[in-house]
Nanobody, 115 residues
Framework: QVQLVESGGGLVQAGGSLRLSCAVSGSPFSNNAMGWYRQTPGKQRELVADITTGGSTNYADSVKGRFTISRDNTKNTVYLQMNSLKPEDTAVYYC?????????WGQGTQVTVSS
């Protein structure tokens, strides 16, 4: 049973920082491509950033230069460092793991940025 557990969300003022973590169990972590997505009410879930098994990264234009995705294969964890947060970054953030044709999602963590 593959499980993804996100943590690190919360309430922060605009301009502040948060670091999200996603711990993966039940799957060889280093074989998983990982990603962070976010969703607000009434909108589709959108890609924030992803990282391949080799460490290559990709970011949404809206977060480039502010967010950094990283992974620690020794801890089976992927991180999202979020700096210079804006009110429009408010959303539920989800962690995603992909291994071949298998896709797994975490339960989500709320990030709220106040103006």
């Amino acid at each position: 049973q593959v499980q993804l557990v996100e943590s690190g969300g919360g309430l922060v003022q605009a301009g502040g920082s948060l670091r999200l973590s996603c711990a993966v169990s039940g799957s060889p972590f280093s074989n998983n491509a990982m990603g962070w997505y976010r969703q607000t009410p009434g909108k589709q879930r959108e890609l924030v950033a992803d990282i391949t098994t080799g460490g290559s990264t990709n970011y949404a234009d809206s977060v480039k230069g502010r967010f950094t995705i990283s992974r620690d294969n020794t801890k089976n964890t992927v991180y999202l460092q979020m700096n210079s947060l804006k009110p429009e970054d408010t959303a539920v953030y989800y962690c995603k793991a992909v291994r071949g044709r298998f896709i797994y999602w975490g339960q989500g963590t709320q990030v709220t940025v106040s103006s």
